[in-house]
């Protein structure tokens, strides 16, 4: 179907849903993420968001046990899907939304907004418009960020902090990356 989509002599993007949540999590290390890559542009991997920071942090979680499989795959042509922005609803607070926002731009994830744009809290509009954390996801070399380091314990939340790290056009002199860094404090406290 790829094919068929991309020889129709104009821009088609092709997003499946084949998934962790039609298959038994015993059995999530067999599913063929190059395969799927092979064949669509968008893969909506794990299980729909909700307007809720437990359904946010539950799939940064997904994506981080599974991000060497993810990070190995994704780059022009094919983006993991971790499922839409939720920031905008009354339900997800300033800092959550900066989080979600945040780290699906370092994950370079497609920017699907699931809000009503007539009723915005306070201060979401700006995250969601945020010309620099675009610019992240937008990057050209489309690497998804690393987690690269997790103080605390993330399955006893929210205690724990974790820092992504996305290698990042411009190409500095010697051939080597630039980097976003992402920083994420889940505890409840400030750190």
């Given at each position: 179907m790829r094919d068929a989509l991309a020889?129709?002599?104009?821009?088609?993007?092709?997003?499946?849903?084949?998934?962790?949540?039609?298959i038994p999590k015993d059995q999530w290390g067999n599913i063929n993420y190059s395969f799927i890559a092979q064949v669509s542009n968008l893969n909506r991997d794990y299980y729909d968001v909700s307007k809720s920071w437990d359904s946010i942090a539950n799939i940064i979680d997904h994506f981080v046990a599974n991000q060497d499989r993810f990070i190995a795959?994704?780059?022009p042509g094919y983006w993991n899907d971790p499922d839409m922005i939720v920031v905008g609803n009354s339900d997800i607070t300033l800092d959550q939304a900066r989080?979600?926002?945040?780290?699906?731009?370092?994950?370079?994830?497609?920017l699907i907004m699931s809000n009503d744009l007539r009723a915005m809290p306070p201060g979401h509009a700006e995250i969601?418009?945020?010309?620099?954390?675009?610019a992240v996801d937008q990057d050209p070399l489309g690497i998804m960020a690393r987690m690269v380091n997790v103080t605390g314990n993330c399955n006893?939340?929210?205690?724990?902090?974790?820092t992504f790290v996305k290698p990042m056009t411009p190409m500095i002199k010697n051939g080597t990356y630039s980097y976003a860094v992402a920083i994420v404090n889940r505890d409840t406290t400030a750190h």
């Open positions: 020889s129709a002599g104009r821009p088609i993007v092709y997003s499946i849903e084949w998934d962790a949540q039609y795959i994704q780059g989080v979600q926002m945040s780290i699906w731009s370092s994950w370079s994830a497609p969601l418009l945020n010309k620099y954390v675009i006893v939340r929210p205690y724990c902090q974790m």
